[in-house]
């Protein structure tokens, strides 16, 4: 019996032969000699197999995460491997064909999150989930990616954002400060703090920004959001639209650096933080002249440095670990330490911290419809190991993992409810002057 084909989509107009060109000329740029040493370095041991959710979760040997490079690698061995002369002479190694860039699409966007699990259970070191970044990137430019994952980026990079035009802004936030009551200051022409929204956070979770500014206005901060900079998204970091994704990053920095801010906050989102905090060194290569900063890292800081105080829940807690800030992110002390100053009774999970499952959803998976069943069976491990906490809460500190999630719970009919760290912090605030 043959495999099924997989699903794929196109955009744009390009013939197969243009198609596979502006893959394979995307690949060799990539082909420096970081990924060039990750090429080499593979010994096949397999290890990698056994970190990727979507393998353990369904045992399928095409989810391994050393498959999913198999095109990449072929493509180095033809174009830029020592013998890569020899290689095509003798056609050594088959030129990837357009039925292979198809087929790989599922590959390497339904069923890879980018969270770099696999890359830190290598035991050579190779940054899996960074070359499946850069074969994003020539899987775009051949016109090869989710048709959902397509549509946000034609809006993003019309509007600046792929959910809200920037003159939308204040009428947005205006009816925020209706519905919750809580000051946000938009424009503001000076202010040492731009805050930043993920996408959804100014629409169907809003909650989560007023949260964001109860805090901010209670520990005296001044800031402002903007409608030059506001959306910390990461549309072009997952789609491989590199381009897209130095506008959006761009207009987040530049937008602070004209305000005078000292630092961009971001939301609670993983990739986010990743695209912003770690991809702006592309950009700015004399430094990036401001900090970024993740929500988590800066309720922290404002913790130890006593502006918030907290009144304790002193209920039992686990925590899912989003892998963009813990494990890519190096926040996993910073998020037991606002658990701790909430009184949380940690109930970790199996797998936590650096070593934490992905909630199934990052690098655009959530957003992918297609790759939903494949999702459902992901979750069913994280499930399991928070029921095996026995913990009252579940708590997150990424919106794109809660949103996951929740539709992980919906689907497997679980109850269970999935808290924002933020939102506890601004619901457990102490106000001073008060008992
Ligand atoms: S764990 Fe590393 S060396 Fe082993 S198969 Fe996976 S990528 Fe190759
Ligand atoms: S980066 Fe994550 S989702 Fe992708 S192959 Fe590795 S473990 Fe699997």
Redesign the pocket.
């Known amino acids: 019996m043959t495999a099924a084909a997989a699903p794929f989509d196109r955009q744009g107009t390009q013939g197969d032969a243009e198609r596979v060109q502006a893959a394979m000329r995307s690949f060799v740029r990539e082909f420096g000699v970081t990924a060039a040493l990750h090429m080499e370095a593979c010994v096949r041991c397999g290890m990698?197999a056994e970190?990727?959710?979507?393998?353990v979760a369904t045992g399928e040997a095409k989810?391994?995460?050393v498959h999913?490079l198999e095109l990449f690698r072929r493509a180095y061995r033809r174009e830029v491997g020592p013998f890569a002369p020899l290689v095509r002479a003798l056609n050594l190694v088959p030129r990837p064909s357009i039925d292979d860039l198809q087929q790989w699409q599922e590959l390497?966007y339904d069923?890879?999150?980018?969270?770099?699990?696999?890359?830190m259970?290598c035991p050579m070191g190779i940054d899996?989930?960074e070359l499946?970044k850069e074969a994003r990137h020539g899987m775009f430019a051949a016109g090869l990616i989710p048709e959902r994952l397509a549509l946000m980026d034609r809006t993003a990079r019309q509007w600046g954002s792929p959910a809200t035009p920037a003159e939308d802004l204040p009428d947005i936030l205006a009816e925020i400060v209706e519905q919750h009551g809580e000051p946000i200051p938009c424009d503001l022409p000076a202010a040492d703090v731009l805050v930043t929204a993920a996408p959804a956070e100014l629409g169907d979770h809003t909650h989560a920004l007023a949260a964001a500014a109860k805090i901010l206005n209670r520990a005296g901060v001044r800031w402002t959001m903007h409608q030059g900079g506001f959306d910390a998204s990461n549309i072009g970091f997952n789609n491989g639209d590199l381009p897209l994704q130095e506008q959006l990053t761009r207009a987040l920095i530049d937008t602070a650096v004209k305000i005078g801010a000292k630092t961009v906050l971001l939301p609670e989102c993983g990739h986010a933080y990743g695209a912003a905090r770690w991809e702006a060194a592309k950009w700015y290569p004399q430094g990036v002249p401001v900090r970024v900063m993740h929500m988590v890292e800066y309720l922290d800081e404002l913790i130890a440095s006593g502006k918030v105080r907290l009144k304790p829940i002193g209920e039992t807690a686990t925590f899912h670990d989003p892998?963009q800030i813990v494990r890519r992110g190096g926040l996993e002390a910073a998020a037991r330490r606002v658990l701790a100053a909430l009184g949380f009774e940690l109930h970790e999970l199996k797998d936590h911290g650096r070593f934490a499952y992905?909630c199934?959803g990052?690098?655009g998976?959530v957003s992918n419809v297609r790759a939903a069943p494949l999702r459902a069976k992901a979750f069913e491990i994280k499930k399991a190991q928070v029921e095996a906490t026995g913990a009252k809460h579940f708590v997150t500190a990424c919106g794109q993992c809660r949103i996951t999630l929740e539709m992980g719970a919906k689907q497997a009919k679980w109850d269970r409810q999935v808290e924002s760290l933020l939102e506890l912090v601004a619901e457990r605030l102490v106000d001073e002057g008060k008992p």
């Open positions: 990698c970190a990727c959710h979507f393998h989810y391994t995460p999913k390497i069923s890879c999150n980018m969270c770099g699990r696999c890359t259970i899996i989930a499946v892998c992905c199934g990052g690098g998976v």
